[in-house]
């Protein structure tokens, strides 16, 4: 199946500054979503951008299909932002998403 | 609608007993997956349903495990024989038209 790198596994922030989090994946992809996993195990739909760039308020995502790899940009982060965050591309017949072992994110007053 | 609903949120049990997890999904959603997930880990993929009929199916998944759809709304996963290596997070999404998957809030198993 497919192959999900994430990277950093670990990042540390001080609020307010601005972090991008990089993930690789081995094969093609028809889609890809981006999560955060809150401390109560929630995962929280992000993105759902199989190519492109989308922007959400201080989040935003770019991915490059043909070069198999998407980005979250994190912008003046916030406490709240901390968590774990999640690179899901999916493949196959029937789309399952593929994690990896995602980027712990913890963000310092 | 409130999104993908997971009961019990909590589960504690002895080894050896058997136990059942129910999701209900969003209410158009014609995909449920089943996920678990340990420790410092991401989810894992254990089991695909397409309305009723359950397509594939990890290897994850042993001759413990069995999961349901019966009308193509809620599911079951049902674990017998618990061993304390079945303790994780199981998590259920469903998903629609486009395929993007939205997770309930899992079910937290600890065999004690």
């Known amino acids: 199946g497919i192959q999900v790198e994430q990277s950093p596994p670990d990042l540390i922030l001080q609020e307010g500054a601005n972090s991008t989090l990089r993930c690789n994946f081995s094969d093609s992809v028809n889609n890809l979503q981006w999560f955060h996993q809150n401390p109560w195990g929630q995962l929280i739909n992000l993105f759902y951008i199989p190519s492109g760039t989308k922007q959400n308020g201080r989040l935003s995502a770019t991915t490059v299909a043909t070069e198999r790899y998407s980005l979250l940009y994190i912008s003046s982060s916030q406490t709240t932002d901390s968590g774990v965050y999640f690179c899901a591309p999916a493949s196959g017949g029937y789309q399952k998403v593929t994690f990896g072992i995602g980027t712990k994110l913890q963000v310092i007053p | 609608d409130t999104g993908v609903s997971q009961d019990p949120r909590h589960k504690i049990t002895k080894r050896g007993q058997n136990v059942t997890f129910r999701c209900d999904p969003i209410s158009e959603h014609n995909r449920l997956y089943w996920y678990r997930q340990t420790l410092g880990q991401g989810p894992e993929f254990l089991t695909y349903?397409?309305?009723?009929?359950?397509?594939?199916k990890s290897r994850l998944l042993s001759d413990r495990f069995s999961a349901e759809r019966p009308k193509g709304s809620f599911s079951t996963l049902e674990i017998q024989r618990t061993e304390q290596g079945d303790s994780a997070m199981y998590l259920c999404?469903?998903?629609?038209?486009?395929?993007?998957?939205?997770f309930g809030q899992g079910t937290r198993l600890t065999v004690v």
């Open positions: 349903f397409q309305n009723e009929a359950q397509l594939e």
């Open positions: 999404a469903s998903s629609w038209v486009r395929f993007e998957a939205f």
